[in-house]
Protein backbone atom coordinates (compact mmCIF):
# COMPACT_ATOMS: atom_id res chain seq x y z
CA UNK A 1 0.00 0.00 0.00
CA UNK A 2 1.22 3.24 -0.78
CA UNK A 3 1.62 5.97 1.84
CA UNK A 4 2.37 9.77 1.76
CA UNK A 5 5.58 10.43 3.53
CA UNK A 6 5.34 12.49 6.34
CA UNK A 7 8.78 12.81 7.74
CA UNK A 8 9.74 15.74 6.65
CA UNK A 9 7.00 17.49 8.90
CA UNK A 10 8.43 15.80 12.02
CA UNK A 11 10.33 18.02 14.07
CA UNK A 12 13.32 16.14 14.19
CA UNK A 13 14.64 15.67 18.22
CA UNK A 14 18.56 15.05 18.71
CA UNK A 15 20.02 12.52 21.11
CA UNK A 16 21.21 15.95 23.30
CA UNK A 17 17.37 17.67 23.32
CA UNK A 18 16.11 13.73 24.39
CA UNK A 19 18.31 13.31 27.31
CA UNK A 20 17.62 16.55 28.22
CA UNK A 21 13.56 15.53 28.27
CA UNK A 22 14.28 12.51 29.65
CA UNK A 23 15.77 13.62 32.71
CA UNK A 24 13.52 16.75 33.14
CA UNK A 25 10.64 13.80 33.43
CA UNK A 26 12.49 11.41 35.12
CA UNK A 27 13.39 14.00 38.05
CA UNK A 28 9.41 15.15 38.19
CA UNK A 29 8.34 11.64 38.28
CA UNK A 30 11.38 10.55 41.07
CA UNK A 31 10.03 8.43 43.91
CA UNK A 32 6.55 9.73 43.68
CA UNK A 33 5.18 6.27 42.84
CA UNK A 34 6.24 4.32 45.59
CA UNK A 35 6.95 1.15 43.48
CA UNK A 36 3.34 1.84 41.24
CA UNK A 37 4.72 4.40 38.96
CA UNK A 38 1.94 6.67 38.16
CA UNK A 39 -1.07 4.17 39.38
CA UNK A 40 -0.29 6.15 42.62
CA UNK A 41 -2.56 8.76 41.67
CA UNK A 42 -5.30 6.51 41.81
CA UNK A 43 -6.59 7.13 45.26
CA UNK A 44 -9.54 5.86 46.58
CA UNK A 45 -10.63 9.81 46.11
CA UNK A 46 -9.73 9.72 42.54
CA UNK A 47 -11.87 6.28 42.15
CA UNK A 48 -14.89 7.55 44.14
CA UNK A 49 -14.74 11.25 41.79
CA UNK A 50 -14.44 9.04 38.33
CA UNK A 51 -17.38 6.91 39.70
CA UNK A 52 -19.23 10.09 39.51
CA UNK A 53 -18.91 10.30 35.46
CA UNK A 54 -21.63 7.43 35.21
CA UNK A 55 -24.49 9.48 34.03
CA UNK A 56 -26.33 7.34 31.23
CA UNK A 57 -24.75 4.06 32.30
CA UNK A 58 -24.10 3.09 28.91
CA UNK A 59 -20.66 0.87 28.36
CA UNK A 60 -18.39 0.26 25.56
CA UNK A 61 -15.32 -1.53 24.87
CA UNK A 62 -12.32 0.45 23.41
CA UNK A 63 -10.36 -2.99 22.69
CA UNK A 64 -10.66 -4.25 19.35
CA UNK A 65 -11.30 -8.11 18.50
CA UNK A 66 -8.31 -10.30 18.59
CA UNK A 67 -7.55 -11.38 14.86
CA UNK A 68 -5.87 -14.71 14.34
CA UNK A 69 -4.91 -14.19 10.53
CA UNK A 70 -1.90 -12.82 9.75
CA UNK A 71 -1.81 -9.36 8.28
CA UNK A 72 0.84 -7.07 7.50
CA UNK A 73 0.91 -5.47 11.03
CA UNK A 74 0.36 -8.39 13.18
CA UNK A 75 2.56 -11.47 11.31
CA UNK A 76 2.27 -13.71 14.46
CA UNK A 77 -1.23 -13.23 15.21
CA UNK A 78 -2.99 -15.06 18.33
CA UNK A 79 -3.76 -18.45 17.95
CA UNK A 80 -7.04 -20.22 19.06
CA UNK A 81 -8.33 -23.68 18.67
CA UNK A 82 -10.94 -25.26 20.60
CA UNK A 83 -9.70 -28.51 22.10
CA UNK A 84 -12.68 -30.09 22.48
CA UNK A 85 -14.85 -29.05 20.04
CA UNK A 86 -18.74 -30.12 20.16
CA UNK A 87 -18.58 -32.14 17.03
CA UNK A 88 -15.85 -34.32 18.67
CA UNK A 89 -17.36 -35.10 22.06
CA UNK A 90 -21.32 -34.35 21.89
CA UNK A 91 -22.41 -37.83 21.02
CA UNK A 92 -26.20 -36.44 21.38
CA UNK A 93 -26.28 -37.79 25.22
CA UNK A 94 -24.85 -36.72 28.68
CA UNK A 95 -22.97 -33.34 29.45
CA UNK A 96 -20.31 -32.10 27.31
CA UNK A 97 -17.62 -29.08 27.23
CA UNK A 98 -16.69 -27.00 24.13
CA UNK A 99 -12.84 -25.62 25.41
CA UNK A 100 -10.52 -23.41 23.43
CA UNK A 101 -6.64 -22.69 23.82
CA UNK A 102 -5.15 -19.17 22.78
CA UNK A 103 -2.07 -18.40 22.78
CA UNK A 104 -0.48 -14.62 21.88
CA UNK A 105 2.62 -12.19 21.29
CA UNK A 106 1.09 -9.47 23.95
CA UNK A 107 3.28 -6.89 22.40
CA UNK A 108 2.31 -6.71 18.72
CA UNK A 109 0.66 -4.16 16.49
CA UNK A 110 -2.97 -4.75 15.82
CA UNK A 111 -4.12 -6.52 19.68
CA UNK A 112 -5.51 -3.91 21.89
CA UNK A 113 -2.50 -4.79 25.53
CA UNK A 114 -1.33 -3.00 28.30
CA UNK A 115 2.78 -2.74 28.59
CA UNK A 116 3.59 -3.10 31.93
CA UNK A 117 6.55 -0.96 34.02
CA UNK A 118 9.05 -3.94 33.07
CA UNK A 119 8.70 -3.83 29.34
CA UNK A 120 11.14 -1.06 28.95
CA UNK A 121 14.60 -1.33 29.43
CA UNK A 122 16.54 1.88 28.93
CA UNK A 123 20.10 2.38 29.82
CA UNK A 124 20.51 -0.70 31.36
CA UNK A 125 17.11 -0.56 34.09
CA UNK A 126 13.73 -0.46 34.35
CA UNK A 127 11.47 2.36 35.62
CA UNK A 128 12.45 3.92 39.48
CA UNK A 129 16.55 2.82 38.47
CA UNK A 130 15.46 -0.84 39.51
CA UNK A 131 17.80 -3.63 37.29
CA UNK A 132 17.40 -4.70 34.25
CA UNK A 133 18.49 -8.60 35.03
CA UNK A 134 15.00 -8.61 37.42
CA UNK A 135 13.73 -9.57 34.11
CA UNK A 136 14.51 -13.05 32.86
CA UNK A 137 12.97 -15.63 30.27
CA UNK A 138 11.71 -17.12 33.63
CA UNK A 139 9.19 -13.79 33.87
CA UNK A 140 9.92 -10.21 35.45
CA UNK A 141 10.40 -9.91 39.68
CA UNK A 142 9.66 -6.66 40.06
CA UNK A 143 7.11 -4.05 38.04
CA UNK A 144 5.38 -6.82 36.02
CA UNK A 145 1.93 -6.60 35.49
CA UNK A 146 0.92 -7.85 38.57
CA UNK A 147 1.18 -4.18 39.99
CA UNK A 148 -2.49 -3.48 38.37
CA UNK A 149 -3.59 -6.63 39.60
CA UNK A 150 -6.32 -4.74 41.15
CA UNK A 151 -7.41 -2.88 38.13
CA UNK A 152 -6.97 0.19 36.62
CA UNK A 153 -9.98 2.67 37.39
CA UNK A 154 -10.42 6.41 36.55
CA UNK A 155 -11.08 8.74 34.95
CA UNK A 156 -10.84 8.29 31.54
CA UNK A 157 -10.55 11.47 29.07
CA UNK A 158 -10.49 11.48 25.65
CA UNK A 159 -8.54 13.52 23.58
CA UNK A 160 -9.68 12.83 19.99
CA UNK A 161 -6.96 14.70 17.48
CA UNK A 162 -9.07 14.07 13.62
CA UNK A 163 -11.78 15.45 14.86
CA UNK A 164 -9.84 18.69 15.85
CA UNK A 165 -8.21 18.56 12.42
CA UNK A 166 -11.45 17.96 10.74
CA UNK A 167 -9.91 14.70 9.25
CA UNK A 168 -10.95 11.31 9.40
CA UNK A 169 -7.56 9.95 10.58
CA UNK A 170 -3.78 11.25 10.71
CA UNK A 171 -1.70 9.87 8.25
CA UNK A 172 1.17 7.33 8.87
CA UNK A 173 3.95 9.54 10.09
CA UNK A 174 2.10 12.17 11.56
CA UNK A 175 2.82 13.38 15.58
CA UNK A 176 0.31 14.61 18.14
CA UNK A 177 1.81 17.84 19.69
CA UNK A 178 1.45 19.06 23.59
CA UNK A 179 -0.19 21.99 21.15
CA UNK A 180 -2.89 19.81 19.99
CA UNK A 181 -3.67 18.03 23.19
CA UNK A 182 -4.38 21.79 24.75
CA UNK A 183 -6.25 22.37 21.73
CA UNK A 184 -8.45 19.22 21.93
CA UNK A 185 -8.84 19.85 25.27
CA UNK A 186 -10.51 23.33 24.53
CA UNK A 187 -12.66 22.27 21.59
CA UNK A 188 -14.04 19.01 23.91
CA UNK A 189 -14.21 21.58 26.60
CA UNK A 190 -12.82 19.38 29.25
CA UNK A 191 -9.56 19.35 31.18
CA UNK A 192 -7.60 16.49 31.75
CA UNK A 193 -6.11 16.26 35.19
CA UNK A 194 -4.43 14.31 38.10
CA UNK A 195 -5.15 10.59 38.13
CA UNK A 196 -7.09 10.92 35.02
CA UNK A 197 -6.62 8.20 32.41
CA UNK A 198 -5.56 10.24 28.94
CA UNK A 199 -7.04 8.25 25.57
CA UNK A 200 -5.78 10.27 22.70
CA UNK A 201 -6.97 9.16 19.46
CA UNK A 202 -4.99 9.69 15.87
CA UNK A 203 -7.79 7.81 14.17
CA UNK A 204 -5.13 4.44 13.71
CA UNK A 205 -8.25 1.87 13.81
CA UNK A 206 -10.45 3.98 11.63
CA UNK A 207 -7.82 3.75 8.63
CA UNK A 208 -6.96 0.36 9.19
CA UNK A 209 -11.00 -0.58 8.72
CA UNK A 210 -11.51 1.34 5.74
CA UNK A 211 -8.24 0.52 3.85
CA UNK A 212 -6.76 -2.04 5.25
CA UNK A 213 -3.48 -3.42 7.57
CA UNK A 214 -0.19 -1.78 6.93
CA UNK A 215 3.21 -2.41 8.61
CA UNK A 216 2.83 -0.35 11.35
CA UNK A 217 6.16 -1.03 12.82
CA UNK A 218 7.54 0.93 9.99
CA UNK A 219 5.28 4.17 9.84
CA UNK A 220 2.01 4.93 12.07
CA UNK A 221 0.80 8.06 13.51
CA UNK A 222 1.47 8.93 17.00
CA UNK A 223 2.55 11.06 19.88
CA UNK A 224 5.60 13.55 19.31
CA UNK A 225 8.45 12.90 22.31
CA UNK A 226 7.82 16.31 23.37
CA UNK A 227 4.22 15.89 23.80
CA UNK A 228 5.20 13.88 27.41
CA UNK A 229 5.62 17.28 29.18
CA UNK A 230 1.80 17.97 29.40
CA UNK A 231 1.20 14.49 30.82
CA UNK A 232 4.24 15.01 33.12
CA UNK A 233 2.40 18.19 34.12
CA UNK A 234 -1.26 16.91 34.36
CA UNK A 235 0.05 14.04 36.63
CA UNK A 236 -1.86 11.06 33.83
CA UNK A 237 -2.13 7.78 35.62
CA UNK A 238 -2.00 5.81 32.14
CA UNK A 239 -1.78 6.76 28.42
CA UNK A 240 -3.55 5.23 26.04
CA UNK A 241 -4.29 5.31 21.98
CA UNK A 242 -5.40 3.70 18.81
CA UNK A 243 -2.05 3.45 17.76
CA UNK A 244 1.45 2.38 19.44
CA UNK A 245 1.10 6.00 20.98
CA UNK A 246 5.13 5.67 19.46
CA UNK A 247 5.04 7.77 16.04
CA UNK A 248 6.86 5.56 13.43
CA UNK A 249 9.56 6.37 12.04
CA UNK A 250 11.00 8.06 14.92
CA UNK A 251 11.31 11.52 15.32
CA UNK A 252 14.38 11.16 18.05
CA UNK A 253 17.38 10.46 16.49
CA UNK A 254 18.96 7.03 18.19
CA UNK A 255 15.63 5.58 20.06
CA UNK A 256 13.09 3.86 18.17
CA UNK A 257 10.53 4.42 20.74
CA UNK A 258 11.15 7.87 22.33
CA UNK A 259 7.11 7.81 24.19
CA UNK A 260 7.49 4.87 25.46
CA UNK A 261 11.11 5.64 27.18
CA UNK A 262 9.19 8.55 28.55
CA UNK A 263 5.95 7.26 29.47
CA UNK A 264 7.29 3.84 30.96
CA UNK A 265 10.51 4.56 31.99
CA UNK A 266 11.07 7.99 32.91
CA UNK A 267 7.13 8.50 34.32
CA UNK A 268 6.54 5.32 35.42
CA UNK A 269 3.07 5.20 32.76
CA UNK A 270 1.31 2.09 32.21
CA UNK A 271 0.93 2.12 28.36
CA UNK A 272 -2.40 1.08 26.46
CA UNK A 273 -1.72 0.17 23.06
CA UNK A 274 -3.67 0.13 19.92
CA UNK A 275 -7.16 0.11 21.61
CA UNK A 276 -9.95 1.44 19.39
CA UNK A 277 -12.69 4.39 19.93
CA UNK A 278 -14.55 4.02 17.12
CA UNK A 279 -17.35 2.68 19.13
CA UNK A 280 -16.75 4.93 21.58
CA UNK A 281 -16.91 8.62 19.87
CA UNK A 282 -20.61 8.43 18.77
CA UNK A 283 -21.64 8.44 22.08
CA UNK A 284 -19.71 11.15 23.49
CA UNK A 285 -20.84 13.16 21.22
CA UNK A 286 -24.49 11.82 21.93
CA UNK A 287 -24.01 13.08 25.38
CA UNK A 288 -21.78 16.09 24.46
CA UNK A 289 -19.09 14.82 26.88
CA UNK A 290 -15.31 13.50 26.49
CA UNK A 291 -14.87 11.74 30.06
CA UNK A 292 -16.38 8.70 31.77
CA UNK A 293 -15.40 6.22 34.39
CA UNK A 294 -12.79 3.65 32.69
CA UNK A 295 -12.16 0.56 34.05
CA UNK A 296 -8.84 -1.42 32.80
CA UNK A 297 -8.47 -5.26 34.04
CA UNK A 298 -5.52 -6.91 33.32
CA UNK A 299 -5.23 -11.16 33.84
CA UNK A 300 -3.60 -12.24 36.40
CA UNK A 301 -0.04 -12.84 35.16
CA UNK A 302 2.23 -12.44 37.92
CA UNK A 303 5.42 -12.34 35.79
CA UNK A 304 4.38 -10.38 32.70
CA UNK A 305 5.82 -7.89 30.82
CA UNK A 306 2.07 -7.04 29.47
CA UNK A 307 -1.86 -8.38 28.95
CA UNK A 308 -4.26 -8.05 26.45
CA UNK A 309 -6.76 -6.07 27.91
CA UNK A 310 -10.57 -4.87 27.32
CA UNK A 311 -10.85 -1.36 28.57
CA UNK A 312 -14.71 -0.39 29.41
CA UNK A 313 -15.44 3.43 28.92
CA UNK A 314 -18.93 3.74 31.31
CA UNK A 315 -20.61 6.87 30.49
Do not use: K
Amino acid sequence: MAMEDTSERQPRQSPDEFAALYERLRRRAAGAGGGRGALATLTPDTVRAAAAEVRSGRTVTLASPVETEPTPDNPRPAGHRLTSPPEVTADGTGLHFATDHFSMDVHGDADSHLDALCHVVYNGTLHGGVPAATVTADGATALSVELARNGIVGRGVLLDIPRLREVPWLEPGDHVSADDLVAAERSQQVRVGEGDLLLVRVGHRRRRNETGPWDAARTRAGLHPTAMEFLAERRVAALGSDSNNDTAPSPTEGVGFPVHVLGVHALGLHLFDYLQFEDLVPLCEQEGRWSFLCVVAPLRLPAATGSPVNPIAIL
